[in-house]
């Protein structure tokens, strides 16, 4: 008998509908999304999905804690997995943790989740060892949170790196065909090498390191391009930092991208993949195998 199982996210990003479907293709889910959830990012259709309730709010309290309003109405205990975001600041995640704790062996809990930034405070270890003592496995981003969970004694058997799950299928076929293109000398009208990142810009990526590196460069002479595929709450500083290294015909904001094909040209045509940001967990760009990624640590 195939097991049942209930997915409980805030929300459902693009990125992840390839996965999400596949699941529901394969598994027995049944989805609970906070229908009034709200993100920065691009939110695919919940409609594919067969079995999908967006009753659910998210709701805030006490400044950055939250909870899901609805949540106690639904039947955990006729499933036997229960997969959640591991959101700690999230009171309906605690409760369900307490719930799974009185004497509801069969459900099984599991946290698709960053896990561990190794950045933690010993006040915020002990809070996460506190919170992640009962649930049964985690499905983490990348190596280096499996590696820290593992220092700081978890079962390495519970730990399961699943990546960011991007449609790795659909891009495996555009690395098989793409070819070069002109697309940054046609926009820079340069033939200078070009730096690239793509993701949300938010502070802390520190992408100002990007911008005052290729600044500090053309002082001496040498000339880079910067492509910025994204768009985020730092994108107005960081037009200043362009306008203070007189770089404004070697920046390119993109803006959001959400079209793996140019996606592919983009990330395939540039120089350099750049990342500053040392808890960073997935490099999308090492999907198309042809940059060389630099995480400064």
Not at 136 to 158: Q, V
Not at 220 to 229: D, L, Q
Request: aromatic share 16%.
């Amino acid at each position: 008998m195939a097991k049942k199982i209930a997915v409980l996210f805030p929300y459902a990003p693009l990125y992840r509908e390839a996965i999400y479907k596949l699941m529901d293709k394969e598994l027995d889910v049944d989805w609970f999304f906070c229908g009034n959830a709200k993100r920065n990012l691009k939110m695919f259709d919940y409609s594919l999905l067969k079995h999908c309730d967006l009753s659910m709010e998210e709701k805030k309290v006490l400044g950055p804690m939250v909870y899901y309003k609805g949540i106690k109405k639904l039947n955990i205990q006729q499933y036997d997995a229960i997969i959640c975001p591991g959101v700690i600041r999230s009171f309906s995640e605690w409760w369900l943790l307490q719930k799974l704790g009185k004497g509801m062996k069969d459900s099984k809990l599991y946290l698709w989740t960053h896990g561990w930034y190794g950045k933690e405070s010993c006040w915020q270890k002990n809070i996460k060892k506190f919170f992640f003592r009962k649930v049964d496995g985690f499905f983490l981003y990348g190596d280096y949170a499996r590696n820290e969970m593992i220092k700081e004694g978890f079962d390495a058997s519970k730990l399961h790196v699943i990546k960011n799950s991007l449609d790795y299928d659909k891009q495996l076929e555009l690395r098989n065909n793409i070819v070069t293109s002109n697309v940054y000398k046609e926009h820079f009208k340069n033939d200078n090498p070009t730096i690239i990142f793509i993701g949300r810009l938010t502070p802390v990526k520190k992408l100002n390191q990007i911008v005052g590196a290729v600044g500090i460069l053309k002082q001496k002479g040498e000339n880079y391009n910067i492509a910025f595929v994204g768009d985020g709450e730092i994108r107005q500083s960081l037009e200043v930092e362009v306008v203070k290294y007189q770089l404004q015909d070697n920046v390119w904001f993109y803006g959001p991208c959400f079209d793996e094909k140019i996606n592919a040209e983009l990330i395939y045509n540039a120089d350099l993949c750049v990342a500053p940001w040392k808890y960073r967990t997935y490099c999308y760009a090492c999907t198309y195998v042809r940059l060389s990624c630099y995480f400064p640590q």
